[in-house]
């Protein structure tokens, strides 16, 4: 294939959620993550990660996507060691036509990329595309709330069944990057880095729940960069993003209580910005 991407990327990710818990920790009963210090809140690249890769399972089952190219690996109910050493049969034994020919099959491999060293493994394949922890703009104001059920089971039973952890509102920031070095290596074309563009404003549209609230992809602020090595620091590209409460908000409770401000003005040579959001 010869439509490998060619250049590097940067981006800015915000999203925010209502009444709901966006990532909970398994180490605190599964309230949402938190920074214990700012008590701004946090998700992790995993949970962004995964509302990615079902969206591409959905269009695979949906047929618009084939699953010769674009299945996904990292899915509930796979048996890894079985798919790695069949791939790996498949090439003879050789690791790196192996480690391409998952690549070229699971779209998250060639994303993401993957630890393939279980068992009789290929190794690491380390993805052109990498996700950090989402940080809430402010501090998040997270309740637990109990639950009740009017049927019990005897009648000893309490109608007392649990409890759910909610956040407020928060509006969370997540910064992204895109090697074209790893891509070329994974075989990441510019049609999957559009597919990745797509994946990321649809995020949350086909992953409601209640425990998760509403939740909405609300800005994707993408930085092309000229070369493959880039033009500029990813951090001077981010810092160009700013955002802040509307004058007279203390508390924000939706969307439209920030600015969202890119200073233009200040971009580097060589860079160009593109709002996919």
């Known amino acids: 294939m010869d439509n490998y991407i060619k250049n590097r990327f940067d981006f800015v990710f915000l999203f925010d959620v209502k009444d709901g818990n966006p990532n909970g920790d398994p180490d605190f009963d599964n309230q949402p993550r938190i920074d214990f210090e700012t008590r701004e809140g946090l998700v992790s690249d995993v949970c962004i990660k995964r509302k990615v890769r079902n969206y591409i399972q959905l269009k695979v089952e949906a047929g618009e996507l084939s699953s010769d190219n674009y299945d996904i690996f990292i899915r509930q109910g796979q048996i890894l060691n079985d ?143 000229e070369s493959k090595l880039g033009n500029a620091r990813a951090s001077q590209l981010f810092d160009l993003v700013k955002i802040s409460k509307k004058e007279g908000v203390e508390f924000p409770r939706q969307f439209d209580d920030y600015v969202i401000s890119v200073d233009k003005n200040k971009l580097p040579t060589g860079v160009t910005i593109e709002e996919m959001i």
């Open 83 to 225: 798919i790695i050493n069949g791939e790996k049969g498949k090439a003879n034994n050789d690791e790196k036509k192996g480690r391409l020919s998952m690549c070229d099959k699971y779209f998250d491999i060639r994303t993401f990329g993957a630890v393939l060293s279980t068992g009789e493994g290929l190794g690491v394949v380390r993805g052109p595309v990498q996700f950090v922890f989402s940080r809430s703009i402010d501090e998040i104001d997270s309740r637990t709330h109990s639950l009740t059920r009017c049927c019990v089971v005897d009648n000893a039973d309490s109608t007392t069944f649990g409890n759910k952890s909610t956040v407020s509102y928060g509006l969370y920031r997540m910064h992204g990057y895109v090697s074209a070095f790893d891509g070329n290596k994974c075989h990441f074309t510019e049609d999957d880095l559009k597919l990745l563009w797509e994946a990321l404003a649809n995020a949350f549209e086909h992953d409601h729940a209640a425990a998760r609230g509403e939740m909405n992809a609300r800005a994707l602020i993408v930085f092309k960069h």
